[in-house]
């Protein structure tokens, strides 16, 4: 895992060299500008970047796996309408998912989330509120985001709660510190195919299937209409090339 304080210190350190080299102050501004430019658009790509490992440890799939086996997860739900028929279509084909749920949701819909839970599939953390604007929060009230959600989908399936996916798929060293407190494996993905923006259900399909490879974490949401048929045609693929969809921790119990 790269580690916030030795790049910090790296840039600190060019930076001080900077202020002692004679470039002139035209050219020295310029150069801190540039510098700080640089630096701002590490910590923003990292943020977005789960897999580089910056601010916290995360699980995004297992590129070295042999068997053919990927793991299918869903985030943002359990939706009234949407969770059900993407409990059946998996129940259909016999797959194994991972249901990564907002709090308030799992709150609202306590029979989903047994209903997920009792036909063997994993659940999650997804944060409580999954807020536009929670990527700011505080150490604190990450603990809290997390604590609540475990609470609640622990209280319905008397399971505890081992995983957490960050809301938007973003990282902070104030997530980091909460992680480390909390305890929670944070999971990523390998293939995200956008398929709450992507209107055209085969194209996300599509893209889908051309990456799937033994090991991959797909992302998806059981949260719209479009669900259905982008699962059962992905469903349908992996059945006929021969992989089996399996929960995250039995994907990361492979080797």
């Not at 009230?141 to 960050?166: A, C, H």
């Not at 990282?171 to 305890?183: D, H, Q, V």
């Not at 995200?192 to 974490?217: E, L």
Request: charge should be positive; charged fraction near 20%; glycine fraction near 6%.
């Amino acid at each position: 895992m790269l580690n916030f304080r030795i790049i910090l210190f790296f840039f600190l350190g060019a930076l001080v060299f900077l202020i002692h080299w004679d470039w002139g102050a035209v050219v020295s501004i310029w150069w801190y500008v540039l510098l700080a430019v640089i630096f701002l658009i590490v910590l923003i790509v990292a943020s977005f970047s789960m897999s580089w490992d910056f601010f916290l440890k995360s699980y995004t799939g297992n590129i070295k796996l042999r068997s053919k086996q990927v793991a299918i997860t869903f985030d943002d739900g359990p939706h009234p309408d949407f969770t059900p028929l993407v409990l059946d279509i998996l129940g259909r084909y016999n797959a194994k998912a991972t249901f990564f749920c907002i709090g308030n949701r799992a709150r609202a819909n306590p029979d989903i989330v047994r209903a997920i839970h009792n036909n063997g599939h994993q659940l999650g953390n997804h944060s409580y509120s999954h807020k536009s604007k929670i990527d700011f929060s505080s150490k604190a009230e990450w603990v809290e985001q997390l604590g609540r959600t475990d609470n609640i989908l622990s209280s319905i399936t008397g399971k505890n709660i081992e995983l957490f996916r960050p809301p938007f798929g973003v990282t902070t060293p104030s997530l980091g510190r909460a992680i480390k407190e909390t305890g929670h494996t944070v999971v990523g993905w390998n293939i995200r195919p956008f398929d709450t923006v992507r209107k055209n259900k085969k194209a996300v399909s599509k893209f889908i299937c051309r990456r799937i490879r033994p090991g991959s974490v797909v992302l998806l949401h059981d949260t719209h209409e479009r669900i259905p048929g982008i699962l059962e045609h992905l469903l349908l693929f992996l059945q006929q090339n021969g992989y089996v969809s399996v929960t995250v921790k039995e994907l990361m119990n492979e080797t």
